[in-house]
């Protein structure tokens, strides 16, 4: 597999604040981890691994894991969001492959030194897909435990919009996933509304 650093021919996100946010935004409005190539753009793109990393060894079974995870990711996301309108449900099965797949060491980075003698951070070997993945769990983890981040979880307020971010806006009033995807939408559709109505 050739190495892949663009993310463009995927229409990948990465503006949810978090690395198992970004994840679960791959979802919508359509799957884009179906197949290696998505998720090595992901992967990159999402600064789970420096710039350049090389991802050759990556294989077929990588973007079902990385599905699989996200999954489990969701089910506690939207657990949370809901916990004031929905009935509790037992997610134990999410949780337990959370906490399973974060006990994996996640890649080791460690400082190189360029020839202008400025550092940069590179990965101590290939990444493992186990180790890939843990990071990311454990990322979901710490925002689950913690009550200040998890205190800032949205869910985009565009018509048929999944997607979950951390809303760090002064004041607490972001409203889409996107300004310029949703809340342009938004923008848009109040625009045709106003149209008709000065039209009628």
Same mark, same amino acid.
């Given at each position: ?92 099965? %999410?949780? &337990?492959?959370?906490?399973? +797949?974060?006990?994996?060491?996640? @890649? !080791?980075? /460690? =400082?190189?030194? #360029? ?18 993945? %843990?990071? &990311?769990?454990?990322?979901? +983890?710490?925002?689950?435990?913690? @009550? !200040?981040? /998890? =205190?800032?979880? #949205? ?25 310029? +995807? ?7 559709? /109040?625009?045709?509304? #106003? ?6």
């Amino acid at each position: 597999m050739a190495l892949v650093t663009a993310t463009a021919p995927y229409d990948l996100r990465f503006d949810a604040g978090r690395l198992c946010l970004d994840l679960l935004a791959t979802s919508h409005p359509r799957e884009r981890l179906d197949a290696l190539a998505p998720l090595c753009a992901w992967i990159t793109g999402s600064g789970l691994v420096p710039p350049g990393t090389p991802l050759t060894h990556a294989d077929p079974s990588w973007p079902g894991a990385f599905r699989e995870l996200r999954a489990s990711i969701a089910l506690l996301v939207r657990d949370w969001l809901t916990r004031d309108t929905l009935p509790p449900y037992d997610h134990t099965p %999410a949780l &337990v492959r959370v906490n399973d +797949v974060a006990r994996a060491a996640p @890649p !080791a980075p /460690r =400082a190189v030194r #360029r020839e202008d003698g400025s550092l940069v951070r590179e990965l101590d070997g290939p990444p493992e897909c186990a180790a890939l993945l %843990a990071a &990311v769990a454990r990322d979901a +983890v710490e925002l689950l435990t913690d @009550p !200040a981040a /998890r =205190a800032g979880l #949205r869910q985009c307020e565009g018509d048929n919009c999944p997607i979950v971010y951390v809303d760090t806006s002064r004041g607490r009033r972001r409203r889409w996933c996107s300004s310029e +995807v949703c809340g342009n939408r938004e923008r848009v559709a /109040r625009h045709r509304r #106003r149209a008709a109505l000065a039209r009628a």
